[in-house]
């Protein structure tokens, strides 16, 4: 969802240094970490989405210690074993698909484990957002691009989210390049009907193939997961760094699980409690505001494509792909059409790392040729599994379920105050209409319990809004605001000095920065 998914780190040398990842309308993952999971992939290191590595069978298991804790919902897993996934820890756990009946059906999550350097304080699980990103490759990831000091310290330590890569995956029969393939902007009624269309055969499809896991791939039992890796390693606490939909899940942990929380770092803040088309609205609007960020960026850049004309570049590319057919895209496999230009578009905005690129797509686009918004569109919806998006989204926030016309209706209103991004970014969740699984959704927390927690928002993010990491942070018990100035969807671990030192020497030494600090 919006929330979810995004963020990518210019830090490593230039292999890495690919294009941000986004958070469009759906995923949220870290811009770091879309880019160092391209690098991780030129580099021929195993994806999160193929799970256990199967070569690791042969390879000697290490067991933590003898000791290990009761989670919360009374299971007991038994201690981890931990393989070698070449160059990492990777253990496969079974734990309970309805944590209301704890002795009854299991179901198996898949976690990755850098280990500590040096001298351990203990485990720092990490997600990247989404809901749909692949914990245990950002586990693989990070290492590389975070502080020394923190990875000498902690293991690093990544659970895949049920429905998420090696944890009972998710796949239903729909693809998503024919997903949004449909126009996410309402003309009349047939684009009305071919948008519902597509999304019930996808609806009809998970709800078919999945009908005992969909019910339990919300954000709560994610949270109670990661509490079972904890106890199966043997350690009363756990420290946790969530980026995007990752601080969702750091929240709801939190809440349950206050006194086992030792440090948190919650990254590009989803905000808890509005109902689902609120916070697509105020998404809307944070890309909104990138796009005059990147429009002002272009002012001024001689290296822009579209230097001094950039807002009407990507108006008139809106306009040409409406037209039948869309713009031709001789290097892709399919023209650009209204779902891949604003997915495209979107995408491009998660980070100042994407621009150069969108710049040279939209020139290339008004001339005639769609491929460089295709290829943006693509790399988009490489990021994560939108199965398990929408499965979460669907199940934790409020929506009109079964009114169509409520969610169109939203959608006209959203484009009047977000003209670019408004519309399309609330019909993306015309599947919660008809999805199987009913609401329940998250409530917002306070957190009474837990040790300080550093609550990171940007100013310039538009997948998750500075405004809701202010309202989260104060909402907190124990919340600490730190604002970044800068662009972007999340900021730990992209070479930022003030931000990766402040969280290093919190994590490490339990220094907590003063409340309302500002990173320029």
């Known amino acids: 969802m919006h929330t979810e998914y995004g963020r990518v780190n210019p830090v490593p040398p230039d292999p890495w240094i690919a294009p941000r990842p986004p958070t469009l309308h759906r995923m949220t993952i870290p811009g770091s970490f879309v880019v160092a999971a391209a690098g991780l992939a030129l580099l021929g290191a195993a ?3 193929e799970g256990p590595d199967t070569t690791a069978s042969t390879a000697s298991s290490t067991t933590s210690e003898d000791t290990t804790t009761t989670t919360g919902e009374g299971f007991t897993p038994e201690p981890i074993e931990w393989d070698d996934c070449g160059g990492v820890d990777c253990a496969t756990l079974e734990v309970p698909l309805d ?10 999550i898949y976690a990755v484990r850098s280990p500590a350097t040096g001298d351990r304080k203990g485990a720092l699980f990490v997600n990247p957002g ?9 586990a693989e990831v ?3 691009i975070l502080p020394s000091d923190i990875t000498e310290h902690f293991d690093i330590v990544g659970v895949d989210p049920r429905g998420v890569g090696g944890s009972s995956p998710i796949d239903c029969g729909v693809d998503a390049k024919d997903l949004y393939a449909a126009d996410p902007t309402m003309e009349d009624e047939a684009d009305e009907e071919a948008l519902l269309e597509i999304s019930q055969q996808y609806v009809d499809d998970c709800a078919e193939t999945y009908p005992d896991l969909l019910p339990h791939v919300g954000t709560r039992e994610v949270a109670q997961d990661m509490d079972v890796v904890r106890a199966a390693m043997g350690d009363e606490q756990l420290s946790f760094l969530g980026f995007s939909y990752g601080t969702a899940i750091g929240q709801v942990y939190a809440d349950l699980f206050p006194e086992r929380v030792r440090s948190m770092v919650l990254d590009g803040v989803v905000e808890l409690g509005p109902s689902g088309l609120e916070l697509a609205d105020d998404q809307a609007a944070g890309f909104e505001t990138a796009l005059s960020r990147f429009v002002e960026h272009c002012e001024g850049d001689d290296g822009c494509a579209v230097k001094g004309e950039a807002l009407q570049a990507v108006e008139d590319v809106l306009a040409m792909v409406e037209a039948p057919g869309g713009i031709p895209a001789p290097d892709a496999d399919r023209p650009a059409g209204p779902g891949e230009a604003n997915l495209g578009i979107g995408y491009a905005l998660y980070s100042e790392a994407l621009w150069g690129r969108l710049g040279d797509a939209l020139a290339d ?3 005639g040729d769609g491929s460089g918004i295709v290829d943006l569109a693509d790399d988009y919806l490489g990021v994560g599994a939108f199965e398990v998006y929408f499965a979460v989204n669907c199940i934790d926030s409020a929506w009109p379920s079964g009114d169509a016309d409520a969610f169109f209706a939203a959608a006209k209103d959203a484009a009047e105050r977000s003209p670019h991004f408004g519309e399309a970014l609330v019909t993306d969740y015309i599947r919660c209409v008809d999805w199987p699984v009913p609401p329940t959704p998250l409530e917002p927390t306070t957190a009474p319990g837990t040790p300080p927690i550093l609550v990171i928002s940007t100013t310039g993010d538009p997948a998750t809004p500075y405004a809701a990491g202010v309202a989260v942070a ?9 604002t970044n100035e800068g662009d972007g969807h999340t900021v730990v671990a992209d070479g930022k000095p003030c931000i990766d030192d402040l969280v290093a020497a919190y994590l490490v030494d339990d220094v907590v920065p003063e409340d309302g600090i500002t990173c320029s």
């Open 47 to 49: 994806c999160a989405s």
């Open 99 to 108: 944590y209301a009946d704890p002795g009854g059906e299991k179901i198996e």
């Open 130 to 138: 989404g809901p749909g990103g692949g914990a245990a490759e950002l």
């Open 142 to 144: 990070l290492p590389l």
């Open 365 to 367: 686009a008004r001339d």
């Open 474 to 482: 104060d909402r907190l018990e124990n919340g600490i605001l730190v």
